[in-house]
């Protein structure tokens, strides 16, 4: 049996061996994830990436449990992290700790990303000295996309102060990493040597301890979301149109169902299709 990871294992890999993570929201995705990755996140980029939302803001707390029930099935050795949804937790720590527990208690997650730093630091130190786990994610942040006006490179005008110290309140509040989302390398690089606990960049750098990407993403489930940070390693979407219209055009030829598909005896006159 090989042990599972934890939220200080992970933690203890600051400036160490790059933390690799990746999202998943399915149980064999999940599999694929926990055979190679560190962390697998049940992002609430599923909104976008699976049920064709807008934006995260629509994801809701029983949608992220139910994806995060299927991720678990999946998970034998990466540590599990469940992201909070838009509206779960950023009215109290009382309300965000009532919707995180219930996040680990139904999915068995070990942990849960929030997103905010200095706003959300009397929320994280809250949590974590509760029991839950926390891992912190600022820069951009998507769920404030309409605070923001777009999904804009952070961190490059006066607003670089702003985004450190966020970083520096997660981590002083107990987080045991940090996301930092779509910030220049500058930034990236003077907060991964600031704070003592890992840095997971996306759009970050590799100057952070850590790196995720959403894995439709990096394995081109979609032809059209293109961003400059994600490296394209495999190209699913176009194989799976070339497959579907392959098989839509066999149905109407009737070249698909063959011989070797069927049950029970095929008439020789019927084989070909002329039936
Ligand atoms: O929702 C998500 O997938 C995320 C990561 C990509 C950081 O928050
Ligand atoms: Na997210």
């Given at each position: 049996d090989v042990k599972i990871l934890t939220p200080p294992d992970i933690a203890e890999r600051k400036g160490g061996a790059p933390i690799a993570c990746l999202t998943a929201y399915t149980t064999p995705m999940a599999r694929l994830v926990d055979r190679h990755c560190d962390v697998v996140l049940v992002g609430d980029s599923v909104g976008m990436v699976l049920h064709g939302l807008p934006s995260t803001?629509?994801?809701?707390?029983?949608?992220?449990?139910?994806?995060?029930k299927a991720v678990r099935r999946g998970v034998e050795r990466a540590l599990m992290v469940v992201d909070m949804p838009f509206g779960s937790y950023e009215e109290s720590p009382e309300q965000a700790f009532r919707n995180a527990a219930r996040l680990m208690a139904e999915t068995g997650c070990a942990a849960v990303k929030l997103e905010g730093g200095e706003t959300m630091a009397g929320t994280i130190r809250f949590l974590t000295g509760r029991g839950i786990p926390v891992m912190?994610?600022?820069g951009l942040t998507p769920q404030s996309v309409n605070v923001f006006g777009g999904y804009k490179v952070q961190g490059r005008g006066g607003d670089a102060d702003r985004i450190l110290r966020d970083a520096v309140a997660a981590t002083e509040a107990g987080a045991f990493s940090v996301v930092l989302e779509k910030i220049a390398e500058p930034l990236a690089r003077a907060i991964t040597g600031k704070i003592a606990v890992p840095?997971?960049?996306?759009?970050?750098?590799?100057?952070?301890?850590g790196q995720i990407l959403v894995v439709d993403d990096m394995l081109g489930q979609?032809?059209?979301?293109r961003p400059k940070f994600v490296k394209r390693y495999a190209e699913l979407g176009n194989?799976?149109?070339?497959?579907?219209?392959a098989y839509a055009e066999e149905v109407r030829e009737r070249r698909f169902p063959g011989p070797e598909h069927v049950f029970?005896?095929?008439p020789k006159t019927v084989r070909r299709g002329t039936a």
């Amino acid at each position: 049996d090989v042990k599972i990871l934890t939220p200080p294992d992970i933690a203890e890999r600051k400036g160490g061996a790059p933390i690799a993570c990746l999202t998943a929201y399915t149980t064999p995705m999940a599999r694929l994830v926990d055979r190679h990755c560190d962390v697998v996140l049940v992002g609430d980029s599923v909104g976008m990436v699976l049920h064709g939302l807008p934006s995260t803001l629509g994801v809701t707390l029983d949608m992220m449990i139910m994806h995060g029930k299927a991720v678990r099935r999946g998970v034998e050795r990466a540590l599990m992290v469940v992201d909070m949804p838009f509206g779960s937790y950023e009215e109290s720590p009382e309300q965000a700790f009532r919707n995180a527990a219930r996040l680990m208690a139904e999915t068995g997650c070990a942990a849960v990303k929030l997103e905010g730093g200095e706003t959300m630091a009397g929320t994280i130190r809250f949590l974590t000295g509760r029991g839950i786990p926390v891992m912190a994610h600022v820069g951009l942040t998507p769920q404030s996309v309409n605070v923001f006006g777009g999904y804009k490179v952070q961190g490059r005008g006066g607003d670089a102060d702003r985004i450190l110290r966020d970083a520096v309140a997660a981590t002083e509040a107990g987080a045991f990493s940090v996301v930092l989302e779509k910030i220049a390398e500058p930034l990236a690089r003077a907060i991964t040597g600031k704070i003592a606990v890992p840095t997971i960049g996306i759009g970050a750098s590799a100057a952070c301890d850590g790196q995720i990407l959403v894995v439709d993403d990096m394995l081109g489930q979609f032809s059209e979301f293109r961003p400059k940070f994600v490296k394209r390693y495999a190209e699913l979407g176009n194989e799976a149109d070339a497959a579907i219209a392959a098989y839509a055009e066999e149905v109407r030829e009737r070249r698909f169902p063959g011989p070797e598909h069927v049950f029970g005896d095929v008439p020789k006159t019927v084989r070909r299709g002329t039936a």
